[in-house]
């Protein structure tokens, strides 16, 4: 079996970090895998570095990219390919018509990361999504909204929980040395936020929890993790934590490549995004055996059972966040006990290899079903 990932984006995120992981794991199980993507992308490097083959395309026309499409189809009839993975919805134009053009019978698989908030039914849609084999979604929440708002038939819609690798332990001496670093206390209660500081990820409705708490006489230290993508957002934050007095207690750690190593050093990790479509950063976090708190929106609640596996407050509500890391401080032995069901629920419903061995069948199935449904 022959696979294409094709991730035409620049960026660098979630979508396309499971693309690089996927190319990964194709490539270490002996699956003949090639990586379609644009120059100077983010993904480039590290698909090179993992010694997976790369093919650079360019789409020119976002609408209809039919030169890049073109080159899309004779690279698929040369590889003789039979799966082409597609990750980015821009994407989809090019997969679509890459498929018609080609010569060969090549099944489309897309997999869904971000929510879907609109109906795509008119003509253009429909001619993308008749053109897909398997359409994931990788939580119910998206399965839900994949049904509402597309031309899609429901044979074609699947769900596919993330994978997630088992997370590497921190070492202790890592720990010492952040906590040094940035004047932490050890013996006191520490919050971490991982994610990207911009505001929809919600790092100021924490803030104001922790105001909250300090007002009730409850003495924490925080810290933030994560590229600053809104320099204007970060600017307003900053001013936020000096009007509310917790300039010594909130901490920017920055952008660290490995961030689980350190998720043990912090009581609970937190997840304020005011809808998050999975959530990843939190079963990460689970499965490092530290307790969790996600907003109750999106594909969080999927990741967390209340009060049984973590804990869930309402999206912007610094009074509910208050609330749920005021038990935690209170009460360490139910810290204790969400960290250690968490753990045990995320290794469960989260398993890497289950995920690929899953998507492997997926592809088998396609592959072998000789059919074309593409009108």
Request: glycine content about 6%; hydrophobic content about 40%; overall charge neutral.
């Amino acid at each position: 079996m022959k696979i294409i990932e094709l991730c035409t984006s620049k960026g660098w995120g979630g979508l396309e970090l499971y693309a690089w992981q996927v190319s990964k794991w194709l490539k270490a199980n002996q699956h003949h895998c090639h990586a379609v993507i644009v120059p100077e992308s983010l993904i480039a490097t590290r698909l090179l570095d993992s010694g997976i083959s790369v093919t650079y395309i360019k789409p020119i026309f976002c609408l209809f990219p039919c030169v890049a499409a073109f080159r899309l189809a004779r690279y698929i009839d040369k590889t003789e390919t039979d799966i082409l993975h597609v990750h980015w919805t821009r994407d989809l134009i090019l997969a679509a018509l890459a498929k018609r053009l080609c010569r060969r019978t090549v099944k489309l698989v897309f997999i869904r990361h971000m929510a879907l908030t609109r109906h795509k039914r008119d003509v253009y849609h429909r001619f993308i999504y008749q053109s897909i084999d398997r359409f994931l979604v990788i939580t119910k929440k998206l399965y839900a909204e994949a049904q509402q708002y597309l031309p899609l038939e429901q044979d074609k819609l699947q769900l596919l929980y993330h994978g997630v690798g088992d997370v590497e332990p921190g070492d202790p001496s890592v720990c010492k040395k952040l906590l040094l670093e940035h004047d932490i206390p050890k013996l006191a209660f520490k919050i971490l936020l991982p994610g990207r500081i911009e505001y929809y990820k919600g790092q100021h409705t924490l803030i104001d929890a922790v105001a909250q708490l300090q007002t009730r006489g409850f003495d924490v230290e925080v810290a933030l993790l994560g590229h600053v993508m809104d320099k204007t957002y970060f600017k307003i934050l900053q001013e936020k934590i000096t009007t509310v007095g917790l300039e010594k207690k909130v901490h920017y750690l920055g952008f660290i490549e490995k961030p689980t190593l350190i998720y043990g050093c912090f009581n609970v990790i937190v997840l304020t995004t005011y809808s998050e479509t999975f959530g990843l950063v939190l079963v990460e976090a689970m499965k490092s055996g530290v307790a969790v708190i996600g907003t109750d929106s999106g594909g969080v609640p999927e990741i967390i059972e209340h009060e049984k596996t973590g804990m869930l407050f309402e999206p912007a509500n610094a009074i509910a966040l208050a609330d749920c890391l005021q038990k935690l401080i209170e009460d360490s032995a139910l810290c204790d006990r969400l960290a250690i069901a968490g753990k045990e629920s995320a290794d469960k419903k989260f398993s890497e290899q289950e995920h690929y061995t899953k998507l492997i069948q997926i592809f088998s199935e396609l592959v072998n079903d000789k059919s074309d449904k593409t009108l």
